[in-house]
């Protein structure tokens, strides 16, 4: 089964900052990437950023960023110039082929940004 | 653009009732999910189906049942409700497996079920 480690139950960060989300994960399935969700405090699951696997360059999504490293297995996210609105839930999730690609999603990170 | 619709959104039920919690999506998508998510986890998966008529079991399936009669629609069954069942759950859709280029998973909104 995989198992995937955040390692950061709970972060802060002041509005305007960067901050990094931990992730990594034990797999032997390393056909297929990484994706993150953020689930605000109204519950919905939002897609943030997605990693293939084979991708050469680090995966951006506007402020997101993946520091990805696929030998080691991690996927860390970075937010950069933090909002108030960036406070919610974090969690990484790659795929499983032998559940239909079902997404197989860690414990989470709270990240509560501060002004 | 409706995307994945859940129902209902918030549901009480009494120690061994039983119910079925609906999930319809509009976009053709092949593959749907059931998950749910206890307080302060990350989602665990129930079931899932690759196709109309074609379902398996996740990683925590006890107490459930589900059917994909359609393309469109992916009902999960409670028998026999149970405290253990209390929990947010989410059905989730994508056109092909999710890590295939160009291809990431759509949640519904979440049904929020208390067993009591």
């Known amino acids: 089964a995989q198992k995937i480690t955040q390692t950061q139950p709970g972060m802060f960060v002041q509005e305007k900052e960067a901050v990094t989300l931990d992730c990594t994960y034990d797999?032997?399935?390393?056909?297929?990437?990484l994706f993150w969700y953020k689930q605000p405090s109204s519950g919905e699951m939002i897609f943030l950023i997605y990693?293939?696997?084979?991708?050469?360059q680090n995966a951006t999504e506007g402020r997101y960023s993946l520091n990805f490293q696929k030998a080691r297995k991690s996927a860390n996210l970075v937010i950069s110039a933090s909002q108030l609105g960036d406070s919610a839930m974090y969690f990484c999730a790659p795929p499983n082929s032998n559940s239909g690609y079902a997404l197989n999603f860690g414990k989470g990170t709270s990240l509560l940004v501060t002004p | 653009n409706a995307g994945v619709t859940q129902t209902p959104k918030f549901r009480i039920l009494k120690i061994g009732q039983s119910m079925t919690l609906q999930c319809a999506q509009d976009m053709n998508h092949n593959y749907m999910y059931w998950y749910r998510q206890d307080p302060g986890m990350g989602l665990k998966l129930i079931y899932y189906?690759?196709?109309?008529?074609?379902?398996d079991k996740g990683e925590v399936p006890n107490g459930y049942n589900v059917s994909r009669s359609t393309t469109e629609d992916f009902p999960l069954r409670l028998e026999l409700a149970a405290p253990s069942q209390t929990s947010v759950y989410f059905c989730?859709?994508?056109?092909?497996?999710?890590?295939?280029?160009?291809?990431?998973?759509?949640f519904g909104q979440g049904t929020r079920l208390t067993v009591v």
């Open positions: 797999t032997s399935d390393q056909s297929y990437g």
């Open positions: 989730a859709s994508s056109y092909r497996g999710p890590g295939l280029p160009n291809t990431e998973a759509f």
């Open positions: 990693q293939g696997s084979y991708d050469e």
């Open positions: 189906s690759v196709g109309a008529g074609i379902t």
